[in-house]
């Protein structure tokens, strides 16, 4: 007997992030540990929805779920990598779902807040949304069709004019300058 999987659904979630100081990182010599951020969180969800995307086109449904996070509009100062490349899947999650307006694919962003999971380390994000009640939102906007997905803090996070990110980004950086030096 051979099986067949029907594959419809592409969830791009992998994810690195990475906390540092500029002025004490080591690009130099360790550039390899910065490179890993980038290729985690922008060479495998570009990739992979390329290569998806052409036979999800052939399918009657098929969805590409491309999770950044709420970082991707309100950079972390001490995570620039991340926050960068969050901003870079958002800006390509937004081309790709035009380019693919015209077919079956449906492409959705997801954007979570600060949950809590091992993140960048254990026990850093325990101050984040519990992860349950964030993954009951997540379901309840694809339930409802939503093609743009936010939950807790980044709701706002999606619409914020370009001042209100400029006050939020200074607000996080004062309240985690220490974390830096």
Known sequence: M????IVNVLVNNAGIQQRFNVFKADAKNNWSYFCKEITTNIEAPFHLSMLFAPYFATKEEAAIINVISGLAFTPFVIAPIYSATKAAIHSFTMSLRHQLSETSVEVIEVAPPAVNTDLG????????????AFADGIYKGLEEGKKEIGYGTSVDRLRMSRDDVDKHVENMYMAMKSAME
């Open 121 to 132: 380390g254990a026990g850093l994000h325990v101050h984040g949304e519990p992860l349950d």
């Open 2 to 5: 051979i099986c067949i999987a």
